[in-house]
């Protein structure tokens, strides 16, 4: 662990009250300090509200990998297209594409892997401990948890990829097993299903009650949280923080897909751009019991209570642009052919979010340039799976001024 000079932090503010920020508040309570959550709008209402809920450390990976830039021009233009890029002439974005296209090599995907690994390591851990000491949501255990294909040869593709993911020294455990066997674990699944890898030792979560019991926890042990507040500037000097004019020792700006607007004055030149997915809910004659995947489509499934969650896409734009109709349809088109039983005219809370995305695949967590100002986001795909490991390593970080070995390959400032 690396010990700093930071000041002491005894009151908090914590902006942003998604998983990672709420997370990040919940650890800073249990080491003794005074926190005041902010947020736009409410709790869970970015990203942390209709994403899959999936806790799935052992296939958290970097998203830019080789295989996305087989998807080609043409296909990533098309909007029934599971990654959808919108014809821009936007330098930001143009400019993240082009740092995500760098880092989709196989080396560079090895280097992040290996950064993500100490935090998919002890992921689960982080939900435990929360849990223990008071919040009342539970996670689920995903057994099982099942990646389905229609044929064995699209199943080589994520048996390649866990090659890789144990390459790099992290585990997955898994069977393999025929259609038949799949339907009778998930007998929602299409017919044609031919082969299904059931992925262990993962779990889920409704995402939403669970961020909402973090925040019950949060305010049952002292803390405030103020919502419909936009913070549009972080003053510091050199005592203190002024934020929505209060003020506190430290800040944490943890405001998902919009984190750059008040991170990049404090040193944090990597981009965190929208990666918007949409999600709804749907009833399903045979509920699945654990999750299902469906990665040459990439469509994800969860149980939420009776119902059945169905999510995916990959939109890189602007995060307030307005949900995209045809998205949901190329949802619904896929997800007919893939499950049995599912009532797909009945659609609920249908939602689009935004994936708090960097271009190299890695979250954004630790100090900035000012030593009273942390950041904690950009996780991508994998921000409810890392939310709670985030907030603890931070947590740490800002009260003992000394950084966990774990995060030095996330360094905001890198
Ligand atoms: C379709 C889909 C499926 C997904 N599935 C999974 C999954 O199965 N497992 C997984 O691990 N991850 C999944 N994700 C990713 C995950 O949802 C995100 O990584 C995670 O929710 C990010 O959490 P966050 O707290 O950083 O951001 P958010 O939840 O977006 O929270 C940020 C908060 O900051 C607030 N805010 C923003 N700006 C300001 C401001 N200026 N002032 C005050 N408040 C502000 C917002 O209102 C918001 O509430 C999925 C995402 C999508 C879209």
Same mark, same amino acid.
């Given at each position: 662990m690396a010990i700093s000079d930071s000041p002491r932090s005894e009151r908090v503010a914590v902006l942003g009250a998604g998983m990672v920020g709420l997370s990040t508040a919940w650890f800073l309570q249990e080491a003794g300090v005074d926190v005041t959550v902010i947020d736009r709008?409410?709790?869970?209402?970015? #990203? #942390?509200?209709?994403? +899959?809920?999936w806790l799935t450390p052992s296939i958290a990976?970097?998203?830019?990998?080789? #295989?996305?830039?087989?998807?080609?021009l043409q296909a990533v233009l098309s909007p029934s297209s599971p990654v959808y890029v919108p014809p821009t002439l936007d330098p930001r974005l143009i400019r993240f594409l082009v740092q995500f296209a760098r880092n989709c090599t196989p080396a560079r995907w090895q280097q992040a892997m290996q950064a993500l690994i100490p935090l998919n390591t002890w992921a689960l851990a982080a939900y435990d401990e929360l849990e223990r000491g008071g919040v009342t949501a539970r996670t689920q255990a995903a057994e099982p948890f099942t990646a389905a294909f229609r044929s064995v040869a699209d199943s080589r593709a994520l048996l390649e990829e866990f090659e890789l993911i144990e390459a790099s020294g992290q585990s997955v455990s898994f069977d393999v097993v025929d259609g038949a066997r799949a339907r009778l674990e @998930?007998?929602?699944?299409?017919?044609?299903?031919e082969t299904a890898v059931l992925i262990h030792d993962e779990r889920f979560i409704d995402p939403s009650t669970y961020v909402h019991a973090i925040a019950e926890s949060v305010r049952g042990r002292g803390g405030r949280i103020v919502t419909g507040t936009d913070v549009d500037a972080v003053r510091t000097s050199a005592s203190e923080v002024v934020v929505a004019g209060e003020r506190y020792d430290s800040v944490v700006i +943890?405001?998902? +897909?919009?984190?750059?607007?008040? +991170?990049?004055?404090?040193?944090?030149r990597k981009l965190v751009q929208a990666g918007r997915g949409y999600s709804f809910t749907v009833k399903v004659d045979d509920v699945p019991r654990g999750p299902v995947y469906f990665p040459t489509q990439r469509v994800a499934c969860t149980p939420v209570g009776d119902r059945l969650r169905i999510a995916g896409m990959m939109e890189f734009r602007d995060v307030d642009a307005p949900m995209d109709p045809r998205r949901i349809d190329a949802l619904v088109t896929e997800a007919r052919t893939l499950?049995?039983?599912?009532?797909?005219?009945?659609? @609920?809370?249908e939602w689009v979010g935004a994936r708090p995305c960097t271009s190299d695949g890695l979250p954004l967590i630790g100090a900035s340039k000012d030593p009273r100002v942390f950041i904690a986001g950009g996780?991508?795909?994998?921000g409810v799976t890392l939310g709670p490991v985030t907030g603890k390593l931070l947590a740490e970080q800002i009260a003992t001024g000394g950084r966990p070995d774990a995060l030095r390959a996330v360094d905001p400032l890198r």
């Amino acid at each position: 662990m690396a010990i700093s000079d930071s000041p002491r932090s005894e009151r908090v503010a914590v902006l942003g009250a998604g998983m990672v920020g709420l997370s990040t508040a919940w650890f800073l309570q249990e080491a003794g300090v005074d926190v005041t959550v902010i947020d736009r709008d409410g709790v869970a209402s970015g #990203s #942390s509200w209709g994403n +899959a809920g999936w806790l799935t450390p052992s296939i958290a990976v970097p998203l830019p990998e080789p #295989s996305v830039l087989k998807y080609g021009l043409q296909a990533v233009l098309s909007p029934s297209s599971p990654v959808y890029v919108p014809p821009t002439l936007d330098p930001r974005l143009i400019r993240f594409l082009v740092q995500f296209a760098r880092n989709c090599t196989p080396a560079r995907w090895q280097q992040a892997m290996q950064a993500l690994i100490p935090l998919n390591t002890w992921a689960l851990a982080a939900y435990d401990e929360l849990e223990r000491g008071g919040v009342t949501a539970r996670t689920q255990a995903a057994e099982p948890f099942t990646a389905a294909f229609r044929s064995v040869a699209d199943s080589r593709a994520l048996l390649e990829e866990f090659e890789l993911i144990e390459a790099s020294g992290q585990s997955v455990s898994f069977d393999v097993v025929d259609g038949a066997r799949a339907r009778l674990e @998930e007998p929602a699944l299409a017919d044609d299903i031919e082969t299904a890898v059931l992925i262990h030792d993962e779990r889920f979560i409704d995402p939403s009650t669970y961020v909402h019991a973090i925040a019950e926890s949060v305010r049952g042990r002292g803390g405030r949280i103020v919502t419909g507040t936009d913070v549009d500037a972080v003053r510091t000097s050199a005592s203190e923080v002024v934020v929505a004019g209060e003020r506190y020792d430290s800040v944490v700006i +943890a405001t998902g +897909a919009r984190l750059g607007d008040l +991170a990049r004055t404090f040193g944090v030149r990597k981009l965190v751009q929208a990666g918007r997915g949409y999600s709804f809910t749907v009833k399903v004659d045979d509920v699945p019991r654990g999750p299902v995947y469906f990665p040459t489509q990439r469509v994800a499934c969860t149980p939420v209570g009776d119902r059945l969650r169905i999510a995916g896409m990959m939109e890189f734009r602007d995060v307030d642009a307005p949900m995209d109709p045809r998205r949901i349809d190329a949802l619904v088109t896929e997800a007919r052919t893939l499950l049995k039983g599912a009532h797909l005219d009945q659609r @609920e809370d249908e939602w689009v979010g935004a994936r708090p995305c960097t271009s190299d695949g890695l979250p954004l967590i630790g100090a900035s340039k000012d030593p009273r100002v942390f950041i904690a986001g950009g996780h991508g795909m994998w921000g409810v799976t890392l939310g709670p490991v985030t907030g603890k390593l931070l947590a740490e970080q800002i009260a003992t001024g000394g950084r966990p070995d774990a995060l030095r390959a996330v360094d905001p400032l890198r």
